[in-house]
């Protein structure tokens, strides 16, 4: 078993989020059942065409003939579909034995289409750049014409995840009867354009990057990539109080710990497939939705939203601040606006803790909960 730190680092790949909560769907076999789904000729919102657009989803629990009991939870950063099973289980939030949980997969993350494992001509540094949006509309292809369903009992993410939600609140207003947003906005503001446009410029920084062209993975761009994301990972306090140390052997130190965040921070991931998910996060914004009425303003966007709306900031994420979660809040007409009140910084919206898990899956349980009967 790794050590908590590294499985700390998990959390942001999605291999796992937390040790309990993993730990715990494993032993109840709630590990998720593997689907691909394959769209013909899919347009990406850049122009680009796919001849086979490939989305990689898990499913629990089973889906029941009226098919009103579906929960989408939309990936995040480079994750797989077991990234939510912090929330999974018979004592948790979701419960698969009443629910249908469908946990899909973003473009790029190595598994669904990305440029690491699509053919030319869109192989590499040439596969279109994807949006939250092309996500979202990939996903609405799966589950109406895969799954046959057209409504689902609410829409979970976390990051990513929780910008796909917006995006689902925005496009498709009356597909789920709640959304919940966690360590994610409505918008990538101009600040995280710079710290995403950071860390590519640390990775492609590398002469082996090779504008995408490598034969071999450029080793010290991704180690640049990885050193600066680390940075942003967890609150400052959170370093200054050593909470890495946190069942991480005794011996462990601060050297140690960045050690390896640098060399194994998301393993055996592709250099094109990281930049590709950076530029779909870095250009979301509910504002710019085509065929509606905003005029790239993300608040008469946020005004649309009508749906019930649990919107759970970290109190120190330094990738979506607290701050950017309370302005956006003040246009929604049913929110809930409940930070996560941690010092786990980003992760702490994925359970990256104990205690953060705890509250996730009391306030979001409750929540769900709270639906009106017949829904």
Known sequence: MK??????????????????AQDSASAKGEKGERHEFVIANFHTESGGNLPQAHIVYGTYGQLNAAKDNVILLPSHYMADFHGYE?????????????????????????????????PEPYHGPRFPVT?????????????TEELKVTHVRAIVGFSMGAEQAFQWAVSYPDFADRIVA??????????????LEGQIAALTADAAFQNGD?????????????????????????????LWREGAPADTTFEKVLHD?????????DANDLILQ???????????????SFGGNVELALRSIKVPLLYMPSETDLYFPVGDARYEAGFISNVTLTPIPSLWG?????????????FLNEKIGAFLAAAPAGH
């Open 3 to 20: 050590k908590r730190v590294l499985l700390i680092l998990l959390l942001q790949v999605s291999i796992s989020s937390v040790l309990i």
């Open 86 to 118: 912090w929330l999974i289980g018979k004592d948790l939030a979701l419960d698969p034995s009443k629910l249908f949980l469908v946990a899909t997969e973003l473009f790029g993350n190595g598994r669904s289409s990305s440029p690491s494992n699509t």
């Open 131 to 143: 949006t939250i949006r092309d996500n979202v509309e990939a996903v609405h292809k799966l589950l």
């Open 182 to 195: 966690t360590s994610g906005t409505a918008k990538n503001y101009p600040h995280g354009v710079v710290r």
């Open 214 to 242: 490598y034969t071999a993975p450029p080793t010290k761009g991704l180690e640049a990539f990885a050193t600066v994301w680390t940075a942003w990972l967890f609150s400052q306090e959170w370093w200054r109080r050593e």
């Open 261 to 269: 965040f640098r060399t194994d921070f998301i393993p055996g991931a």
């Open 278 to 292: 950076m530029r779909t996060w870095e250009r979301h914004d509910i504002g710019t939705t085509p065929g509606k």
């Open 346 to 358: 980003h992760t702490a919206g994925a359970a990256s803790n104990p205690a953060d898990g705890k």
